[in-house]
T-cell receptor, first 110, second 115 residues
Framework: NAGVTQTPKFQVLKTGQSMTLQCAQD?????MYWYRQDPGMGLRLIYYSASEGTTDKGEVPNGYNVSRLNKREFSLRLESAAPSQTSVYFCAGGMNTEAFFGQGTRLTVV | DQQVKQNSPSLSVQEGRISILNCDYT??????FLWYKKYPAEGPTFLIS?????DKNEDGRFTVFLNKSAKHLSLHIVPSQPGDSAVYFCAANDPLTGTASKLTFGTGTRLQVTL
């Protein structure tokens, strides 16, 4: 039982490159979330998915897209990476009011 | 406009003493509050929560107090232990229509428990 698994753990991109962050959960949660953590900013919600087939914008969605492929998987895509997207990204699965987080992806855009 | 605020970026406490971490919020629609603990290079882990209809919840060494009129909550850790050294995030639940909920996080307080 791994909980929430994110890949990759680390990534360096050049400005303008694209990539997809993968997230999978084995906890049967209906809801899944993508957050980013920046120094002094806490965790900010990028996108969330209330259930399979639905996605909604969070607080900081610009520059990102998401796909809820099935109940287990929720991916985050950066189409054209920018240095401002350098951050630590966390995926979470949730049920009601509690969220369970993955270990994070540290992304650097140079 | 930050709806959940943790005004103390860091706190240092001696082992065995009480640690008090504070959190303020502005949105009166928040119906549930949570504390998360985060170690370096790991994801946040759930610690304790409280519903807006209560004013106190206790779990072992951890107690959360909620003052709705002041829009303030606090986490008390007694006694503090070196393993409690971590970043603590306060989070508030914004109820949405449908089945999803949305957590809004504070900026975190780094707690260091010294020997």
């Amino acid at each position: 039982n791994a909980g929430v698994t994110q890949t990759p753990k680390f990534q360096v991109l050049k400005t303008g490159q694209s990539m997809t962050l993968q997230c999978a959960q084995d906890m049967n949660h209906n809801s899944m979330y993508w957050y980013r953590q920046d120094p002094g900013m806490g965790l900010r919600l990028i996108y969330y998915s209330a259930s399979e087939g639905t996605t909604d914008k969070g607080e900081v969605p610009n520059g990102y897209n998401v796909s809820r492929l099935n109940k287990r998987e929720f991916s985050l895509r950066l189409e054209s990476a920018a240095p401002s997207q350098t951050s630590v990204y966390f995926c979470a699965g949730g049920m009601n009011t509690e969220a369970f987080f993955g270990q994070g992806t540290r992304l650097t855009v140079v | 406009d930050q709806q959940v605020k943790q005004n103390s970026p860091s706190l240092s406490v001696q082992e065995g003493r009480i640690s008090i971490l504070n959190c303020d919020y502005t949105n009166s629609m928040f119906d549930y509050f949570l504390w998360y603990k985060k170690y370096p290079a790991e994801g946040p882990t759930f610690l304790i929560s409280i519903s807006s209809i209560k004013d106190k919840n206790e779990d072992g060494r951890f107690t959360v107090f909620l003052n709705k009129s002041a829009k303030h909550l606090s986490l008390h850790i007694v006694p503090s232990q070196p393993g409690d050294s971590a970043v603590y995030f306060c989070a508030a639940n914004d109820p949405l229509t449908g089945t999803a909920s949305k957590l809004t996080f504070g900026t975190g307080t780094r707690l260091q428990v010294t020997l």
